[in-house]
T-cell receptor, first 115, second 112 residues
Framework: NAGVTQTPKFQVLKTGQSMTLQCAQDMNHNSMYWYRQDPGMGLRLIYYSASEGTTDKGEVPNGYNVSRLNKREFSLRLESAAPSQTSVYFC??????????????FGEGSRLTVL | SQQGEEDPQALSIQEGENATMNCSYKTSINNLQWYRQNSGRGLVHLILIRSNEREKHSGRLRVTLDTSKKSSSLLITASRAADTASYFCATAFSGGYNKLIFGAGTRLAVHP
């Protein structure tokens, strides 16, 4: 099984450009998450989706939008990229009950640089 | 601010030694989870301990939880060079939110 797949793996943007990070999971999970990881700061939650059709803000949602396209896919969009959004982005998913009942499964990350 | 704080930030030991990492958190939790991240890779789940549990084991891993002190510890016994990684604790709030909040992590280096 592929698990959680993120694309692209690497991206370089100029300030003000837009882009969408794609995430898909093949485990039939209800909950999906987007995190960013910066050096020395661990992972910070950007947005999450408890089920298809719902999305909620996490710790650091400003500058991002998300779409839960269907049960499998959860995308993260940067409308106008800023250097402060240079980071490694991780998508994750979890089964029924989300973090209350079980583990998160992570993708391999998308490394974004904004110049 | 982040929910969990790990201590120490970095740990360097020799193969065969035990490694202990600590995590403190701020609010009531449903559960606490530990994850491992190898350099340049995604996170991998190690163990989950619920708020009504005090200790849990998985292979060479031992996790304790003290809800009165809002703290947890991860012990890796008989460390191997392959255990070199960053380790993160993460907490699920008991306030009805379906999300996991991570600490900043402990970088563990195990030297042959």
């Amino acid at each position: 099984n592929a698990g959680v797949t993120q694309t692209p793996k690497f991206q370089v943007l100029k300030t003000g450009q837009s882009m969408t990070l794609q995430c898909a999971q093949d485990m039939n999970h209800n909950s999906m998450y987007w995190y960013r990881q910066d050096p020395g700061m661990g992972l910070r939650l950007i947005y999450y989706s408890a089920s298809e059709g719902t999305t909620d803000k996490g710790e650091v949602p400003n500058g991002y939008n998300v779409s839960r396209l269907n049960k499998r896919e959860f995308s993260l969009r940067l409308e106008s990229a800023a250097p402060s959004q240079t980071s490694v982005y991780f998508c994750a998913s979890s089964g029924p009950g989300g973090a209350f009942t079980g583990e998160l499964f992570f993708g391999e990350g998308s490394r974004l640089t904004v110049l | 601010s982040q929910q969990g704080e790990e201590d120490p930030q970095a740990l360097s030991i020799q193969e065969g030694e035990n490694a202990t990492m600590n995590c403190s958190y701020k609010t009531s939790i449903n559960n606490l989870q530990w994850y491992r991240q190898n350099s340049g890779r995604g996170l991998v789940h190690l163990i989950l301990i619920r708020s009504n549990e005090r200790e849990k084991h998985s292979g060479r891993l031992r996790v304790t939880l003290d809800t009165s002190k809002k703290s947890s510890s991860l012990l890796i016994t008989a460390s191997r060079a392959a255990d070199t990684a960053s380790y993160f604790c993460a907490t699920a709030f008991s306030g009805g939110y379906n999300k996991l909040i991570f600490g900043a992590g402990t970088r563990l280096a195990v030297h042959p």
